[in-house]
């Protein structure tokens, strides 16, 4: 066998090896140091000092800087001796700004709670940490990024400022100098204007959101994030399997910038036809708590998933844009216009039912503000009842479809008798087989002599089903089920944490099933699907919004009561006759393959 060494008992050769390199290393970083000192001028500390804040701009003159042979330009330096931060705040937010690289260290929705209870901080802390804060500068030099973060501003405010109000930071250090100015107003919009200048020259700085909004706290909320933007009246939705880092998109843009599931922070600059985006995909660590299924403790992993940022600028170097940083409330994002007289409603993605889904809120929303005002506390389970009245209203409309395919299903079934004749007659072929399109030909012109539709029982199921699909995405896209709590359900957004709505979904459906009659339906097949059903409409609700399983469970329960009803009408009680009869008749015949034995009188 090989020999197996202990590295820390290596020979005098090792350890001379090992000395050469470090003595090496060590030559080469100071070598570096000395380097950059003689090519660039000192950068301030961005480290707090024990000196008061500078409010004022320090201007020291210096000798010319040659930029290129024939022009010099004076080098000026603007900057501020400590870290100090400035506080802007409306009704809606209340942002926190660090002279540090001029950038946002937190931006508060007042409105909005995160999971503790909390106002929610919509920077993600984390990744920002890592990946840069909001309102930073990206240019496509690493190493000037990092300086334009590092570098203390001059800010022109300090303390608290109450919008509307402007606040510009400056920064100059040799042939760089830095502006950057923020207006805000009375909504979830502001407006930024930043310019980066290098020997007096425009440097292509791009307004960045690098890494993530601070709601995106679970797995779920994760794989919502998007990139969002709208190109020539073309929106984009892209995930960020489909996001290539750094990657430079050209306009026009009238709008561009990222969102999860609630909340978006996104571009609307002044100049579309000038405007760049750039899109980032960074993987953070993240820890998932599971609880447990029984009454132990909850078991906690770690799991990496992608964070998106985005950075919007001007391809002249000089970005002008508004920023919308909020939630994606349809009634907010509808007023928020872009420059081309569009708006951010396309921000709203209710996924491949989108048109229905869209609409489905609306009428959600509608029955809402009937019941809100009735209330103290309009999130006190009011959006829950909200489901269950317009639960209730979509199935009294669906009544009457419903009467419709059950008069439809007792046509098939007088005939049901002919049609088994038929398909005697033809002993059954294979569907490859010629004789089976005979066969069909002639079912469905007996059909409609008798005036039976083939779709006519099918209907009220093949509008059910786009309804519920667009419910299932609707359910997880809108900001106003977020946190609404019913009963026992803190959150009509997440799923149910008892699993009690997952559990009565298998009931209510194996119920629905079992009433409502199958004419026409191989009794095997009827039993297995009375089974899986319930099962599927179970699993798809266990870890899935508890909205959806109580607009299901309503749904259900709302579908029972009314076939009870109608079983016990003249066609229901035909119906059953009819299904017994064929039952008995079935039971009588002899069954195929089986010889009948008879006996000697």
């Known amino acids: 066998m090989p020999e197996i060494r202990n590295p820390n008992q290596g020979g005098s050769q090792d350890s001379r090896a090992f000395l050469v390199m470090m003595i090496v290393m060590l030559g080469v970083i100071f070598g570096l140091q000395y380097w950059r000192a003689q090519r660039n001028p000192p950068v301030v500390s961005p480290h707090p000092s024990s000196q008061p804040a500078t409010t004022a701009a320090t201007k020291a003159p210096t000798a010319a800087t040659t930029a290129s042979p024939g022009k010099a330009v004076a080098a000026t330096t603007v900057a501020a001796s400590q870290i100090a931060t400035t506080v802007v705040e409306n009704e809606l937010y209340r942002i926190t700004f660090s002279n540090q690289g001029g950038q946002v260290t937190s931006w508060i929705l007042k409105k909005y709670k995160d999971d503790a209870g909390h106002p929610l901080d919509i920077v993600h802390q984390g990744a920002a940490r890592r990946f840069g804060f909001p309102l930073s500068l990206y240019t496509y030099d690493d190493g000037l990024n990092q300086q334009l973060a590092g570098a203390l501003y001059v800010a022109s405010a300090g303390g608290k400022l109450e919008a509307p109000a402007t606040l510009s930071f400056k920064y100059a250090l040799g042939n760089l100098s830095v502006t950057k100015t923020f207006t805000f107003g009375d909504t979830y919009v502001i407006h930024a204007d930043t310019q980066v200048l290098r020997d007096g020259v425009p440097v292509r700085a791009l307004l960045a959101w690098p890494a993530g909004l601070g709601d995106t706290d679970t797995p779920m909320g994760y794989a919502g994030a998007q990139i969002d933007s709208d190109s020539n009246g073309k929106v984009q939705h892209l995930a960020f399997k489909k996001i290539t880092s750094g990657n430079t998109l050209n306009g026009p843009f009238s709008f561009a910038g990222m969102s999860d599931q609630y909340f978006g922070a996104v571009f609307l600059p002044d100049h579309p036809d000038d405007a760049t985006l750039v899109a980032f995909d960074h993987m953070v660590d993240i820890s998932v708590v599971r609880p447990s299924f029984l009454a132990g403790e909850p078991t906690v992993s770690s799991k990496q998933l992608p964070v998106l940022g985005a950075a919007m600028g001007s391809i002249t170097g000089h970005t002008q844009t508004n920023l919308f940083v909020g939630p994606k409330a349809i009634t907010i994002l509808k007023n928020i216009h872009t420059a081309d007289d569009g708006n951010l409603e396309p921000l709203l993605d209710f996924g491949f039912f989108g048109p229905i889904g869209k609409y489905l809120f609306l009428g959600l929303r509608m029955v809402h503000s009937w019941i809100a005002p009735r209330q103290a506390t309009p999130n006190n389970y009011s959006w829950g009842w909200a489901i269950v009245l317009f639960t209730l209203l979509i199935y009294t409309v669906l009544l009457p479809l419903r009467v419709q395919g059950m008069k439809s299903a007792l046509k098939m079934q007088r005939i049901q008798p002919q049609i088994d004749a038929i398909k005697a007659k ?30 006519g029982g099918c209907i009220p199921s093949l509008i059910q089903l786009p309804l519920l699909f667009a419910f299932f995405t609707m359910m997880t896209k809108v900001v106003e089920l977020r946190q609404a709590h019913f009963f026992w359900l803190p959150d009509l957004a997440a799923a149910d944490p008892y699993h009690i709505l997952p559990i009565l979904m298998v009931a209510t459906s194996f119920l629905a099933q079992f009433y409502t009659p199958s004419p026409g339906v191989d009794p095997q097949q009827q039993k297995m699907m009375a089974f899986i059903m319930p099962a599927f409409s179970g699993y798809l609700t266990w870890n899935y919004s508890s909205g959806l399983a109580l607009y299901w469970n309503v749904g259900n329960i709302v579908m029972i009561v009314t076939q009870l009803v109608m079983n016990q009408t003249s066609m229901g009680r035909e119906m059953r006759e009819i299904a017994a009869k064929r039952a008995r008749r079935k039971a009588a015949a002899p069954k195929p393959g089986v010889k009948t034995i008879q006996g000697r009188r």
């Open 426 to 455: 033809y002993k059954n072929p294979k569907p490859t087989d010629p004789k089976a399109g005979e066969m069909n030909a002639e079912i469905m012109a007996m059909q409609k002599a008798n005036g039976v539709s083939m779709l």
